[in-house]
């Protein structure tokens, strides 16, 4: 696993990959409010390479912070997910 946070102003980014061959399940700590959450898979990549605009507008699955500001991400083998909020 490798993930990567931006921050500007009141906004995050987090960008999460799975460099791996099986499922993972991450812990988000910190992140303070719910998340949009898109995932780059193989069930997205054909999307995402050929019409990437669309790919980009879409909004994800919300996501919301359990107590203390933690969310679980599942991430598919080789997978990478981008978190908004």
């Known amino acids: 696993m490798e993930a990567v946070t931006?921050?500007?102003?009141?906004?995050?980014?987090?960008?999460?990959?799975n460099l791996g061959p099986r499922s993972r399940r991450v812990v988000v700590r910190g992140w303070p409010r719910s998340a949009s959450v898109r995932v780059l898979d193989e069930t997205t990549a054909v999307e995402a390479m050929t019409r990437p605009e669309l790919f980009r507008r879409q909004s994800?699955?919300?996501?919301r912070p359990r107590t203390g500001g933690e969310m679980e991400v599942?991430?598919?083998?080789?997978?990478?997910?981008?978190?908004?909020?």
């Open 6 to 17: 931006f921050r500007q102003g009141g906004r995050h980014a987090t960008l999460l990959a």
């Open 60 to 63: 994800g699955t919300i996501l």
């Open 74 to 85: 599942d991430l598919p083998p080789f997978a990478v997910a981008r978190l908004d909020g």
